[in-house]
């Protein structure tokens, strides 16, 4: 079973920054699309980051030219680089493999929180 473990969130003030992890076991990155979603209080979880397999990546309007997407496959780990942070970008932030749903099941996510 594939294991996502996310970390790096944390309390930042409005413009401030956060890298997020994200390390996977049992299949290799190297060989699915991956992507970060996030899930804020009271709404569906959504896609906001995405790297297919040849490098391509494309960002939601919401986050495009604040955040980058990146990965290690050597340390088989997978980051979302976060700079400029909005209070609306407060949620828990996952990982997964997948395009436009989630390959696997989730893990537990990393909560990022910014305040005003």
């Known amino acids: 079973q594939v294991q996502l473990v996310e970390s790096g969130g944390g309390l930042v003030n409005t413009g401030g920054s956060l890298n997020l992890s994200c390390e996977v076991s049992r299949v290799s990155i190297r060989t699915y699309p991956m992507g970060w979603w996030r899930q804020a209080p009271g709404k569906d979880r959504e896609l906001v980051a995405r790297?297919?397999?040849?490098?391509?990546?494309q960002y939601s309007d919401s986050v495009k030219e604040r955040f980058t997407i990146s990965r290690d496959v050597a340390k088989n780990t997978l980051y979302l680089q976060m700079n400029n942070l909005k209070p609306e970008d407060t949620a828990i932030y996952y990982c997964?493999?997948?395009?436009?749903?989630?390959?696997?099941?989730w893990g537990q996510g990393t909560q990022v929180t910014v305040s005003s």
């Open positions: 997964n493999g997948g395009i436009t749903a989630p390959l696997w099941s």
């Open positions: 790297m297919n397999r040849n490098y391509g990546i």
